[in-house]
């Protein structure tokens, strides 16, 4: 990685030189304007901090629990699909990145390596994320191979029971492996690192699927796979059922909305993760951290409330538990690293965040994390109400 590297920026700009335009265009995307996926950064930028000076900042912490789990910094590593098309068994580097970062991973249903390969080459148990699809015999079974993989949490997803449009997507033609069209094979000669490590593994399509759901006529795409498969009828019965089958710790992502997250609350789920899928689904949508108070404030004594969407830096991060979130994953994040340099670039994309989290928070003259509250924002209220910025 070159010395150069300072921000998540920068490794976002080095992951659009890296990475074929389908998959970078995939990951940087949200549903129709795209002005959902813009808020998620915009209204991060409109909340103030409060500078404190002469306070002792020595021995400071960032050690946290996400879900009763041991943290080294309140963040995760959200589930995204197709990260093995960020870079060559993507998964499994940042799998491992996470675990030498002591932070918990979330393999996504629409991975590319499998759960068994991840649990395979990588020694920390990760979080496995479920679709609900119209295939409950599937559903199950991934249930099923995620307990044997000794996942310690299963994340449900609630708000992709159809696929948002991303314009992007389809001009590119999406689809995992790319089709050898013109356009993308002059496009893949301009990534030659990108092919190279394609050309060095095996993994290059959904591993959790091919093989082991029936009658998917297009592994190869992601929108066909979604529309053909998941399932339009999820419901909250489905949740119940869910948790019953797993038994273990289980994360509702996707909750947006008060009346819903009361209903998430009702379920006895450890967690909830305030997220509109990274402005990839309804696209009008409030953004997760102006979403997030609310909602913290509503539940946040009987359900642990994470959130997702936006987060850029560990400015961010503070922002977020000050507005009542536990902790934070994050997405796009991670990948521009990964597809900047792998392990190493995702190894790079934790440090920053860490460092930046740990010097904001002295600066707010705080040395626990614990400590953070709404008090160090500027009129939190009001700032979040503001206008466009
Ligand atoms: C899938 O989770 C997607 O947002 O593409």
Request: glycine content about 10%; hydrophobic content about 40%; some cysteine.
């Given at each position: ?80 699909g197709l ?25 996504s249903t629409m ?19 479920l679709y609900v699809m119209r295939d409950r015999d599937f559903i199950?079974r991934l ?14 997803t609630?708000?992709l029971q159809i696929l948002g449009q991303r314009?992007?997507d389809i001009?590119?033609g999406l689809s995992t ?28 399509t959904f591993g959790n699927i091919v093989g082991h759901a029936t009658g998917v006529k297009d592994v190869r795409s992601l929108s066909s796979w979604t529309a053909e498969q998941f399932d339009p009828k999820l419901?909250?019965?489905d ?42 689904q ?108």
């Amino acid at each position: 990685m070159t010395k150069a590297i300072t921000s998540i920026e920068d490794l976002r700009v080095l992951a659009k030189a890296r990475v074929p335009r389908m998959f970078y265009d995939y990951m940087e995307s949200g549903s129709y304007t795209e002005g959902t996926f813009r808020a998620n950064t915009a209204d991060f930028e409109r909340i103030k901090l409060r500078q404190r000076v002469a306070v002792d900042m020595t021995n400071r912490t960032l050690a946290s629990t996400m879900v009763g789990q041991k943290v080294s910094m309140p963040v995760a590593i959200a589930p995204t699909g197709l990260t093995g098309m960020q870079h060559a068994d993507g998964e499994i580097l940042a799998a491992r990145a996470a675990a030498r970062a002591g932070i918990p991973f979330t393999l996504s249903t629409m991975s590319v390596c499998s759960i068994e390969d991840v649990a395979q080459n990588t020694d920390q148990p990760f979080w496995f994320q479920l679709y609900v699809m119209r295939d409950r015999d599937f559903i199950d079974r991934l249930i099923g191979r995620a307990k044997a993989a000794g996942c310690t949490a299963l994340v449900l997803t609630l708000d992709l029971q159809i696929l948002g449009q991303r314009h992007k997507d389809i001009k590119n033609g999406l689809s995992t492996p790319p089709k050898p069209t013109l356009a993308n094979l002059i496009n893949l000669a301009t990534k030659p690192r990108w092919c190279l490590g394609m050309l060095g593994t095996k993994r290059r399509t959904f591993g959790n699927i091919v093989g082991h759901a029936t009658g998917v006529k297009d592994v190869r795409s992601l929108s066909s796979w979604t529309a053909e498969q998941f399932d339009p009828k999820l419901s909250w019965d489905d949740v119940r059922r869910i948790r019953d089958k797993w038994g273990g710790k289980l994360i509702l992502k996707g909750i947006l909305d008060q009346e819903d997250a009361e209903r998430a609350a009702e379920t006895g789920a450890e967690a909830l993760i305030v997220s509109n899928h990274g402005g990839r689904q309804l696209d009008g949508a409030l953004s997760s951290i102006v979403s997030l108070p609310t909602i913290a404030a509503a539940v946040g004594d009987r359900i642990e409330v994470l959130m997702d969407g936006g987060i850029r830096s560990g400015q961010d991060v503070i922002k977020a538990v000050a507005l009542g979130a536990r902790g934070v994953l994050i997405g796009r994040a991670f990948l521009y690293g990964l597809g900047a340099g792998g392990e190493a670039g995702v190894t790079q994309c934790l440090d920053i965040i860490r460092k930046e989290l740990d010097t904001t928070m002295a600066m707010c003259g705080l040395r626990d994390i614990h400590a953070v509250t709404r008090d160090i924002l500027v009129d939190p209220p009001q700032s979040l109400n503001r206008g466009p910025a």
